[in-house]
């Protein structure tokens, strides 16, 4: 693990976000390897077997699953806004340009009402349809 994020570029996304949090804290960070096996027969092993591997030349690279989901829903988060922005008559982009997802902020109810009011749907705006009258003309 040591050895993957001390890499320039790591194929790891772990091991990547692991050097960004490093480098956002603006310290100096040194890696110590401290030989807790010693004496121990079946840890000297793993030690002598994990030190062969970081010369071997093998990649033993895996990618994890949360990694994969995490680099999916990105790409999905940022195709959804690159058709977002095409939208020529897209009216909601005035209320909200981001597709990004809004906080929440209380009850089921209150998303609702917050909801209706950024979009310009309440009772007020669109009675007609419940009663099933003509709409009010704006003057």
């Known amino acids: 693990?040591?050895?993957s994020i001390k890499q320039f570029n790591p194929r790891n996304l772990l091991s990547s976000e692991i050097q960004q949090e490093l480098s956002k804290s603006h310290r100096k960070v040194t890696f110590i390897w401290v030989l807790s096996h010693i004496g121990i027969e079946?840890?000297?092993?793993?030690?002598s077997?994990?030190?062969?591997?970081?010369?071997?030349?093998?990649s033993h690279n895996m990618i994890l699953a949360e990694d994969i989901k995490i680099k999916v829903r990105s790409s999905m988060w940022e195709r959804f806004q690159r058709v977002?922005?095409?939208q020529n008559n897209n009216k909601l982009r005035r209320v909200k340009a981001k597709v990004d997802p809004w906080p929440?902020?209380?009850t089921r109810r209150e998303?609702?009402?917050?909801?209706?009011?950024?979009?310009?749907?309440s009772r007020v705006t669109h009675s007609h349809l419940f009663q099933k009258a003509a709409p009010d003309i704006c003057d």
């Open 111 to 121: 998303e609702i009402f917050l909801t209706r009011a950024r979009i310009g749907h």
């Open 42 to 47: 079946g840890n000297e092993s793993a030690d």
């Open 104 to 106: 929440a902020i209380g």
């Open 1 to 3: 693990a040591i050895m």
């Open 84 to 86: 977002w922005d095409q």
């Open 49 to 58: 077997v994990a030190r062969d591997a970081t010369t071997s030349g093998e």
